[in-house]
């Protein structure tokens, strides 16, 4: 009968697959809605918390190339009504020098696609091993991450000045995935109750970034006294041949102007603005704001300055040492901010992977609770040992594990989405920076303070490097295997 048992049970029954993927395209599509959201709310964010961006970096680069073009010294060009000129490395005059064919708008513009390009690629490389252990799609990830990290300080005033943080950005993070790409397993002797796997970083191409980051501009090269002091050394000599081969290599080409940088310009600190001014958030213009001079207290910002180094670098070797080279290279980059006499707010890319590093370490913690749990339980554990029982833990146990990580990393991101160092902008010597009292000061300073904070205290993950290229360690596997 049509409508009996036999009815149902033919090739008719296969309208169940359409309905199938009608479920997997309806999760794709509000996915996509989703990501659609994200990038409208960034719009919103940049409109509401950002400030009027015309390029104006890229304006003072380009008029200084278009200058250098046409026969003149590079570093003695000044922009109209005011008074900056180029102060970057001649190797990073160079590199813009083809921007001089194009109108300063369009060269923006180019600028602003390929930082947004490179930060995707950055994103790419530091949430894949995340979303591949969570068994998010990679895609849907990183479409929510670029428009929610676009609208941070940083990002927005690096594509809206035009500058040039995100392409160094990804230039050293390209050096981290070199480095962990050529992660091996260690010798098949090695002790079972030893590490599981041993690392030997040596990437062929590490330290190639970090020197092309070094000859553009000098922050960088504290990349190289990390990879110098945890023995990483290929890629520290790498980093430095570049950096010395690229900047020689200009030299020839360009003499009076390699001459002039690095005999005059580079000592000349007054060519990019006063130590105090509120949107240098380093530990100098820090100090000078808190004492309310335009110059910054040279003893002690080379005290609390050299202190400061030390504990971001021991960390960061801490960090890599425990397994967590992301952790490590972020806190070099947070140290680099903190010390560098002008840290202007945009150069702070260095946050992106700190509030990364504060979202995994919540996720991880809240996962080896639900592990704890498990076997915390009052019967014994499938696989364990007999008669063995542990004491039964809180229900609500798993889900307040992590949570201070978890606060910390929104509470970091709502820091600089809004970034409350405009609402208490003042400028010596016509407006105090105590004009609004101490809660205004702390606010001036908000993004500097938490540099200094998350140099003290960023938590790295031990064991977080074997996840990021795809090695599974299936330590349960190995040990039942071993039995």
């Not at 190339?65 to 000129?85: K, S």
């Not at 080896?368 to 004491?391: D, K, W």
Request: proline letters at 7%; one cysteine or more.
């Amino acid at each position: 009968m049509p409508g009996g048992e036999e009815g149902r049970s033919g090739p008719d029954r296969l309208p169940p697959l359409p309905r199938v993927t009608d479920r997997v395209d309806r999760t794709v599509l509000v996915r996509l809605g989703i990501v659609v959201a994200a990038a409208y709310a960034a719009w919103l964010a940049i409109g509401a918390f950002g400030r009027p961006y015309t390029f104006f970096d890229m304006r003072i680069y380009h008029g200084a190339v278009v200058w250098w073009a046409t026969g003149h010294e590079l570093y003695d060009f000044i922009a109209p009504a005011t008074t900056l000129g180029f102060t970057y490395p001649p190797f990073a005059g160079l590199l813009m020098l083809p921007m001089a064919r194009v109108p300063v708008a369009l060269a923006g513009w180019i600028n602003a696609l390929v930082s947004v390009v490179a930060l995707t690629a950055v994103l790419i490389a530091l949430l894949r091993p995340i979303v591949a252990r969570l068994g998010w799609p990679l895609w849907f990830s990183v479409g929510v991450a670029v428009p929610m990290a676009v609208a941070i300080e940083p990002v927005r005033e690096t594509l809206g000045y035009g500058q040039v943080n995100l392409i160094l950005f990804a230039l050293i993070t390209a050096d981290l995935v070199g480095l962990r790409r050529r992660c091996r397993r260690g010798p098949r002797h090695a002790p079972t109750d030893g590490p599981l796997v041993r690392f030997v970083l040596s990437g062929t191409w590490a330290g190639v970034g970090i020197g092309l980051a070094t000859a553009i501009k000098l922050t960088p090269a504290l990349f190289v006294a990390y990879l110098l002091i945890t023995r990483q050394w290929r890629a520290a000599a790498t980093a430095v041949g570049t950096a010395i081969g690229v900047t020689v290599g200009t030299f020839l080409l360009f003499g009076a102007e390699s001459r002039a940088y690095f005999s005059e310009v580079l000592w000349q600190t007054e060519r990019v603005g006063a130590a105090d001014m509120t949107a240098n958030q380093s530990l100098a213009g820090l100090l000078a704001r808190l004492y309310d001079t335009i110059e910054t207290p040279g003893l002690l910002w080379v005290s609390f300055a050299m202190l400061l180094l030390a504990l971001g670098l021991s960390r960061a070797a801490a960090a890599r040492a425990d397994g967590d080279e992301l952790t490590a290279f972020t806190l070099v980059g947070l140290t680099a901010n903190v010390i560098s006499p002008i840290s202007w707010s945009h150069h702070l890319v260095w946050v992106i992977p700190a509030i990364i590093v504060l979202a995994d370490a919540a996720v991880r913690r809240r996962e080896a609770s639900r592990g704890l749990v498990a076997r915390a339980a009052p019967h014994p554990v499938e696989g364990g040992l007999p008669g063995v029982t542990g004491l039964r833990s809180p229900i609500w146990y798993p889900t307040l594990t992590g949570l201070r990580h978890a606060v910390a990393a929104v509470v970091l991101y709502l820091i600089f989405l809004v970034s409350p160092i405009w609402w208490y902008e003042h400028q010596l010597p016509e407006v105090s920076h105590y004009q609004d009292g101490l809660f205004g000061a702390l606010m001036e300073n908000s993004l500097a303070i938490a540099l200094i904070a998350l140099v003290a205290a960023l938590p790295w993950r031990p064991g977080a490097d074997p996840a990021f290229y795809d090695q599974r360690l299936a330590r349960p596997a190995q040990l039942a295997a071993r039995r």
